[in-house]
């Protein structure tokens, strides 16, 4: 049992570190690739990803509630 605890913290370590390192680079990459981008496409965009959102969230509902029953 000690094992797996230490492979998980060493898991957990590893993928924080590599949050640290790469979410700059992604952020950069989406602002810069967003700052190309016209009003409205980024409007467009913006709306897009609120609808891909919310039907995400509308299908963790409808599964949570799909086995609640």
Do not use: E, H
């Not at 898991?11 to 690739?33: E, R």
């Amino acid at each position: 049992m000690l094992k797996i605890r230490i492979i998980a913290a060493l898991i957990a370590i590893v993928l924080t570190a590599l949050t640290v390192y790469i979410a700059p680079y992604v952020i950069d990459f989406y602002q810069s690739w967003s700052a190309g981008l016209s009003a409205q496409g980024r409007q467009w965009f913006n709306w897009s990803q609120a609808a891909l959102g919310a039907l995400i969230a509308v299908y963790g509902v409808w599964l949570w509630k799909k086995k609640k029953v």
